[in-house]
T-cell receptor
Framework: NAGVTQTPKFQVLKTGQSMTLQCAQD?????MSWYRQDPGMGLRLIHY???????DQGEVPNGYNVSRSTTEDFPLRLLSAAPSQTSVYFC??????????????FGQGTRLTVV | AQSVAQPEDQVNVAEGNPLTVKCTYS??????LFWYVQYPNRGLQFLLK??????LVKGSYGFEAEFNKSQTSFHLKKPSALVSDSALYFC?????????????FGRGTSLIVHP
């Protein structure tokens, strides 16, 4: 049982390049989300999904796209990388809304640098 | 809207002394509250949660948290700190019913335990 797997762990991009951050979970969780972590800013929600085929914007969605074609995968696409997107990105998944399973499971993170 | 405030960027405590990391929240309706810990270069790990019931919640590694509805607080505590507790701690809140069920995180508090 791998939990939440993110790839790559590190990435350097040039301004204007595009790339996809991968996230996969094997726990059959309905909810998946992407956060970015910046010093002094905590975790900020980029996009989230409440099930396959359903996505919505979070607090800082500009410059990012997501899709959820399967329960397991939730990739994050950077359309045209900018230095302001230099950050550590975390993918998380969680159970349904029931009280017994509401905590989030996080991946190990992707450290992205845009030069 | 839901929000979390962690008023201290850093908490310093001597090993063996009790520790408290503060968290206050704002959310419509009944809150679901969480604490997570992040060690360097790692993802967030779940510590404990409050859903309903007893206001004192016990979690992993000897941590506990007290839910105070009147003060809208959910402070993290431990009776005797260890050097290995040094890490970044995040409080999170989400609505108990309705809304997106995606939690909002605080900015994090760095806990430093001195030998």
């Amino acid at each position: 049982n791998a939990g939440v797997t993110q790839t790559p762990k590190f990435q350097v991009l040039k301004t204007g390049q595009s790339m996809t951050l991968q996230c996969a979970q094997d726990m059959n969780h309905e909810y998946m989300s992407w956060y970015r972590q910046d010093p002094g800013m905590g975790l900020r929600l980029i996009h989230y999904s409440v099930g396959a085929g359903i996505t919505d914007q979070g607090e800082v969605p500009n410059g990012y796209n997501v899709s959820r074609s399967t329960t397991e995968d939730f990739p994050l696409r950077l359309l045209s990388a900018a230095p302001s997107q230099t950050s550590v990105y975390f993918c998380a998944s969680s159970y349904s809304r029931s009280p017994g399973g509401t905590e989030a499971f996080f991946g190990q993170g992707t450290r992205l640098t845009v030069v | 809207a839901q929000s979390v405030a962690q008023p201290e960027d850093q908490v310093n405590v001597a090993e063996g002394n009790p520790l408290t990391v503060k968290c206050t929240y704002s959310v419509s309706g009944n809150p679901y509250l969480f604490w997570y810990v992040q060690y360097p270069n790692r993802g967030l790990q779940f510590l404990l949660k409050y859903i309903t019931g007893d206001n004192l919640v016990k979690g992993s590694y000897g941590f506990e948290a007290e839910f105070n509805k009147s003060q809208t607080s959910f402070h993290l505590k431990k009776p005797s700190a260890l050097v290995s507790d040094s890490a970044l701690y995040f409080c999170a809140v989400r609505r108990g019913s309705g809304g997106s069920y995606i939690p909002t995180f605080g900015r994090g508090t760095s806990l430093i335990v001195h030998p």
